[in-house]
């Protein structure tokens, strides 16, 4: 059988619209943090209110009030703990990973490599991407991508500041 009734096909149609528009909503109200590059903490909560989204939609015991409320919570700590991540560095460092120096001065960091999981050919893979060839060094940044500097860069040692040599 493809369907039990139509009730349950028009609730469905109904609840997925609500439900999509109120988590748009609420996305728009918590700010672009909610919706950036993702570390850990920011993928978890992405995939909470997108099974959250799914309950609302296909689980008729879950009201879209309820759905609701879910997605402001869920929201609302991710805009918390960011907040308070900004604020206390001891916190943020609980939070997020710190950036990882992986090639400086056209040496790989093996200890780095290592921890990191990361090949050499997927460093020289975001140094082709680049587009650079005087390579200072490249960083895993702590949304897993590939930041690349160049050689010349007067401001290599403020970049790098924040950066785990491992």
Do not use: H
């Not at 918590?30 to 209110?49: E, Y």
């Not at 650079?132 to 050689?151: H, N």
């Amino acid at each position: 059988m493809f369907f039990d009734d139509m009730q349950g096909l028009i609730r469905v149609l109904i609840i997925g619209v609500l439900g999509y528009v109120a988590l748009v909503f609420w996305l728009r109200i918590s700010g672009k943090r909610t919706l950036s590059k993702w570390n850990v903490f920011d993928f978890i909560v992405t995939i909470a209110l997108g099974s959250i989204l799914a309950s609302v939609i296909i689980t008729k015991s879950v009201a879209l009030l309820e759905g609701m409320l879910a997605f402001v919570v869920l929201i609302g700590l991710q805009y918390f703990i960011t907040w308070l991540s900004v604020r206390s560095s001891k916190f943020a460092s609980l939070i997020k990973a710190e950036p990882t120096l992986l090639l400086s001065n056209g040496e790989y960091c093996a200890a780095a490599l290592k921890s990191q999981r990361v090949t050499k050919s997927e460093i020289r893979a975001a140094i082709r991407g680049a587009g650079i060839e005087d390579v200072a060094a490249v960083v895993l940044e702590t949304d897993g991508s590939f930041s690349v500097l160049k050689q010349n860069n007067s401001g290599l040692n403020t970049a790098l500041s924040d950066v785990s040599e491992q």
